[in-house]
């Protein structure tokens, strides 16, 4: 009986790191929409993605430490996981990344300002390329 206790014990526990590391994912997945500008569609690619990884761990978690038997305290372990994520250390980590990301931007464009420079001039000649081989064909 202890022993019973004592797994179901550790499964709440797991479940609740579990539901604290996927939300940890998921503000991965957020700071890297700060970075980076993305479109609608990218933007649901990467929530289906997060989800199906979401259920594959949720899934194996139950397999290996439960034997595929649901059970509510392991779903609330993982809500309680998440919950307390996104009360404490997840508004902390966002506030401090707000602050750093204007800055990461700064940098970035300074490192591919001259990939700019260098697109822009390609784009120029290239579209000059192009302008003349429309002229010698209209010429023949």
């Not at 569609?41 to 290996?64: G, H, M, N, P, R």
């Not at 997840?90 to 697109?119: A, E, H, R």
Request: glycine share 6%; with cysteine; hydrophobic share 55%.
């Amino acid at each position: 009986m202890t022993e019973l206790i004592h797994e179901e014990i550790t499964l709440f526990g797991i479940c609740l790191v579990l539901g604290a590391s996927l939300a940890f994912v998921y503000d991965v997945v957020r700071i890297l929409r700060m970075l980076i500008p993305h479109k609608d569609i990218v933007v649901d690619i990467e929530d289906l993605v997060f989800w199906v990884f979401t259920a594959w761990k949720v899934f194996s978690t139950l397999v290996v430490y439960n034997h595929g038997t649901l059970r509510a305290y392991a779903f609330l372990g993982m809500f309680l996981g998440v919950v307390i994520y996104a009360m404490t250390l997840s508004k902390l980590i966002i506030f401090i990344v707000g602050k750093i990301v204007p800055y990461w931007k700064k940098c970035f464009s300074i490192l591919f300002y001259p990939l700019g420079i260098i697109k822009g001039t390609t784009r120029k000649m290239l579209k000059n390329v192009v302008t003349e081989v429309k002229i010698a064909i209209k010429g023949r």
